[in-house]
């Protein structure tokens, strides 16, 4: 069994920045790749950032349009852990933000961090 704990969630002004982090155990053997997805209220959830492994060459990462530049995905494989960095936030960021990991073809969700950006 995985589980996945993020932390770092939490309410910001406009124009500034949280570090999201999300933990995985459990039965961790190797961890593909990993992510952070959102979900605003009344919306469907969408993809954030997601980064790859790494080990066989350099991590590859793909952002979301609307966070290219502001926000930074980072993983530390020895901790089995990924990030987010977000800078530049903005009132349509808020949302509940999902960590996503994939594990020889499996896929694990976290519970969820809540981010609100009030203008």
Not at 73 to 88: E, F, G, P
Not at 91 to 109: F, H, K, M, S
């Amino acid at each position: 069994q995985v589980q996945l704990v993020e932390s770092g969630g939490g309410l910001v002004q406009t124009g500034g920045s949280l570090r999201l982090s999300c933990a995985a155990s459990g039965s961790i053997f190797r961890i593909n790749v990993m992510g952070w997805y959102r979900q605003a209220p009344g919306k469907q959830r969408e993809l954030v950032a997601v980064i790859t492994s790494g080990i066989s060459s350099g991590h590859i990462t793909n952002y979301a349009d609307s966070v290219k530049g502001r926000f930074t995905i980072s993983r530390d494989n020895a901790k089995n852990t990924v990030y987010l960095q977000m800078n530049s936030l903005r009132p349509e960021d808020t949302a509940v933000y999902y960590c996503n990991i994939d594990q020889l073809g499996r896929t694990y969700w976290g519970q969820g961090t809540q981010v609100t950006v009030s203008s």
